[in-house]
């Protein structure tokens, strides 16, 4: 469909040229004569950009210009403007026009601008719509919690999103806790501000320090401008410090600050600047433990736990399983149209119910998203998935001839080796041994 343009100027001769010219450069262009009938074009039917002259006797062009606005604020409006009404003209721009050409101007460059302008006019579209679609992602509505495990959560996070308070939200990797900390955000009075996320333990702790609190020219090597920093970038708004059991002894000594006084210290100033930031911290870990053990500052959990949300293993919410499988296909069809996949086969749907997913809801939108690129037809099959069947092989079971706890322990190594997908690290650290350890537990050394 050609975009539609209305050009209107009270000399109806010079409208129908500049239309005339903008139709063979494959637009809709009408011309008419005078502001009350664009006006009346732009409430009859779809336009995309007008054009108007600036000095016309019956409404000049910032009428039209204020009327058009009134009646769709994001349409484009392109003033046309004689040598002598410069001033008319910038007002104009303060006004909203798009941008103003003066006479005599080429209709190459008028076709520049109409075409600028429904180009910028459809970026602002998808970016609206694209906001309005993590709106809904990121809302309490969104939240996908049939089971009652997850039930439990939605209406924590009801109470305790409109209260400026932090919040320490805990849980196994992939469960959906970044999900949840921007669902708080917005539906907290802070909606509108940034929300801000970094992984604690994705960077070196030099460079964490500078990432969070900013730095100064000069501050180190390399640093060769001022760096705000995240907690600057999130003022007024919320940032979630994923995985904050990563953080180091000092740098926690930093945040227990921001906590307190609500000011930081970029690296190398000697100047203090006041932050305005609500923090949700988030962990796999056990942070009391930690405190335990000396790698976390007691004082800092007291702050950060003011109220603590448990999210649920996948395994604990099986009734959610089926309903954000359907979400994660849409969203990966959407992202590849031209795969032909439409829906789920009764088996795959049997298998994912079935399966343990110890890479939790993350592990589920992975699966699902190789299904969708690797099925050859309508149904994703139980095949597609690439999920492997339940091992029962190493499973303990409670009968038979009694055995060894030795023989107990590597035959649980190997169940929960299972059950972590073949993840060394991760099973050594929910068996709470070191992968060295679980290396030996595997390979059925008895050695101590």
Not at 75 to 91: H, K, N, Q, R, Y
Request: charged residues 25%; contains cysteine; proline residues 4%.
């Amino acid at each position: 469909m050609k975009p539609r343009v209305i050009v209107v100027d009270d000399k109806l001769a010079m409208a129908e040229t500049l239309a005339e010219g903008l139709g063979d450069h494959g637009f809709d262009a009408v011309a008419v004569g005078s502001g009350r009938a664009a006006i009346d074009a732009v409430r009859a039917g779809d336009v995309d950009v007008v054009v108007a002259d600036l000095r016309m006797p019956d409404l000049d062009g910032l009428a039209v210009l204020d009327a058009v606005h009134a009646i769709h604020a994001d349409l484009p409006v392109i003033v046309m403007t004689a040598f002598g009404a410069i001033d008319s003209a910038v007002e104009s721009i303060r006004k909203g026009a798009y941008h103003y050409l003066t006479k005599p101007f080429k209709l190459d460059e008028l076709e520049i601008f109409v075409r600028r302008a429904l180009a910028e006019r459809a970026l602002r579209r998808e970016a609206a719509e694209l906001r309005t679609k993590l709106g809904e992602r990121f809302s309490l509505a969104g939240v996908i919690a049939r089971d009652a495990a997850m039930q439990r959560v939605v209406a924590i996070v009801k109470k305790v999103a409109p209260a400026d308070v932090p919040v320490l939200l805990t849980g196994e990797t992939g469960t959906g806790k970044s999900m949840i900390a921007r669902t708080i955000h917005g539906a907290s009075p802070r909606a509108t501000r940034p929300f801000v996320a970094i992984n604690c333990a994705a960077l070196p702790e030099p460079l964490l320090e500078s990432e969070l609190f900013g730095h100064v020219k000069g501050a180190f090597t390399g640093a060769a401008a001022d760096h705000p920093g995240l907690f600057a970038a999130a003022d007024g708004g919320t940032i979630l410090l994923d995985e904050i059991g990563e953080l180091s002894i000092g740098l926690q000594a930093k945040l227990l600050r921001v906590l307190e006084s609500g000011t930081l210290r970029p690296v190398g100033s000697t100047r203090e600047r006041t932050v305005d930031v609500r923090i949700i911290a988030a962990t796999h870990r056990d942070l009391r433990r930690g405190v335990a053990d000396g790698t976390f500052r007691e004082d800092l959990l007291y702050r950060l736990d003011v109220v603590s949300v448990d999210i649920p293993a996948l395994r604990h919410r099986r009734d959610d399983i089926v309903a954000l499988s359907g979400r994660f296909i849409e969203d990966a069809i959407r992202r590849h149209p031209s795969s032909p996949v439409q829906r789920f086969s009764r088996a795959a749907l049997q298998r994912m119910l079935e399966h343990a997913w110890p890479g939790n809801v993350r592990e589920l939108a992975h699966v699902v998203e190789r299904g969708v690129l690797l099925a050859a037809g309508s149904e994703i099959s139980e095949a597609d998935l690439g999920i492997a069947p339940p091992a029962n092989d190493h499973a303990l079971a409670f009968s038979g001839e009694v055995i060894p706890m030795i023989e107990v322990q590597r035959r649980y190594a190997r169940w929960a080796f299972d059950q972590m997908a073949g993840h060394k690290t991760r099973t050594a650290e929910r068996l709470d041994v070191d992968t060295k350890t679980l290396n030996r537990w595997l390979a059925g050394d008895d050695r101590e």
